[in-house]
């Protein structure tokens, strides 16, 4: 059974600093990752998508890496806003179309 | 693109009583999902279908919980009799599903529904 895990679960950080969140998965048989922005009391916006021979993918100031082999994925922000505080999310999806969630981090960026 | 649309956004109810969630997924889209969010189980999927026919419904927890997409552009999911326990946020979601289509997958804003 796949399991998607994210750490951490809560970050803080001030403006202009560059970070790194993890999501790993145990089933390394997945179709494609994608990652998820959640703003409190709306649904999930659609960030980046690595498909499953894809090794990351750039929008912007954020750039997602996936390493298949060892069931893992980063999203990296390079010089964060306050804008930028939500709840990030990562999903796998096997072939049939299933996508599995994180638990999320929530990222607080302090001006 | 109006996105994928739900309704009700808000609902109040009392235990007992039956809930219908309504979806209509982004135009052309053939694959739509229901998930319900809470803050112990995060985001879980209950049910997803493909080209109108449901495909993988392990997640639905049980009986009371019934799901269905009648035509490409509709799907509701239904609880009788709910329960307290079944208050979360439940989304819809679609996407084109399909060789060349990228596989991105669109949200709703969700229904966030309280049974008291």
């Known amino acids: 059974k796949q399991e998607v895990t994210q750490i951490p679960a809560a970050l803080s950080v001030p403006e202009g600093e560059n970070l790194v969140l993890n999501c790993s998965f145990t089933?390394?048989?997945?179709?494609?990752l994608q990652w998820f922005r959640q703003d409190p009391g709306k649904g999930l916006t659609s960030l980046l998508l690595?498909?499953?021979?894809?090794r990351e993918q750039t929008s912007g100031r954020l750039n997602a890496s996936l390493d298949k082999s060892s069931g893992r994925s980063t999203l990296y922000i390079a010089a964060s806003q306050p804008g930028d505080s939500a709840t990030y999310l990562c999903?796998?999806?096997?072939?049939?179309?299933?996508?599995?969630f994180g638990q999320g981090t929530e990222l607080s960026v302090k001006s | 693109d109006a996105g994928v649309i739900q309704s009700p956004r808000h609902e109040v109810t009392e235990m007992g009583q039956e809930v219908t969630l309504r979806c209509k997924p982004i135009?052309?889209?053939?694959?739509l999902f229901w998930y319900r969010q809470t803050m112990m189980r995060g985001l879980e999927l209950l049910i997803y279908?493909?080209?109108?026919?449901?495909?993988?419904d392990s997640g639905m927890p049980e009986d009371r919980f019934s799901a269905k997409m009648p035509n490409a552009s509709f799907s509701t999911l239904k609880i009788q009799p709910s329960e307290p326990r079944d208050s979360a946020v439940y989304f819809c979601?679609?996407?084109?599903?399909?060789?060349?289509?990228?596989?991105?997958?669109?949200f709703g804003e969700g229904s966030w529904l309280t049974v008291v």
């Open positions: 979601a679609s996407r084109r599903q399909g060789p060349f289509s990228g596989n991105t997958i669109y």
């Open positions: 089933d390394s048989a997945i179709y494609n």
């Open positions: 690595i498909q499953s021979s894809q």
């Open positions: 999903a796998v999806a096997h072939q049939g179309g299933k996508l599995i």
């Open positions: 135009s052309g889209h053939n694959s």
């Open positions: 279908f493909n080209n109108n026919v449901p495909i993988d």
